[in-house]
């Protein structure tokens, strides 16, 4: 079992930084990648950013040159640091780990263990 724990979500106006963490733990032997998404209220879960085990990056386009994805290996910690929000980004973010070889695609469906989430609000 891989347990997942985000923080660093909060209230910021347009325009301003967040830098997401997630710590994951557990028996992450097999788990190919870590990822980003992110769930406004009304809509779907939507794929934010990925990692893979090798480093290779995937990022939605409209979040790419905004948006970085990094771990920590060390800290067994991922990050998503957020720069010039917009306040469509506001939603909930997950954290999350995929096994299968392809989850660089960030389909919710190939990820098996998700965080609990933490709030990002956006105001113009």
């Known amino acids: 079992q891989v347990q997942l724990v985000e923080s660093g979500g909060g209230s910021v106006q347009a325009g301003g930084s967040l830098r997401l963490s997630c710590a994951n733990s557990g028996y992450t032997y097999g788990v190919n990648c870590l990822g980003w998404f992110r769930q406004a209220p009304g809509k779907e879960r939507e794929g934010v950013a990925a990692?893979?085990?090798?480093?290779?990056?995937s990022y939605v386009d409209s979040n790419e040159g905004r948006f970085t994805i990094s771990q920590d290996n060390a800290k067994n910690t991922l990050y998503l640091q957020m720069n010039s929000l917009k306040p469509e980004d506001t939603a909930l973010y997950y954290c999350?780990?995929?096994?299968?070889?392809?989850?660089?695609?960030?389909?919710?469906?190939?990820?098996?263990?998700w965080g609990q989430g933490t709030q990002v609000t956006v105001s113009s």
């Open positions: 990692i893979d085990s090798d480093g290779a990056l």
């Open positions: 999350a780990a995929g096994r299968p070889a392809w989850c660089l695609r960030l389909h919710r469906d190939d990820y098996n263990y």
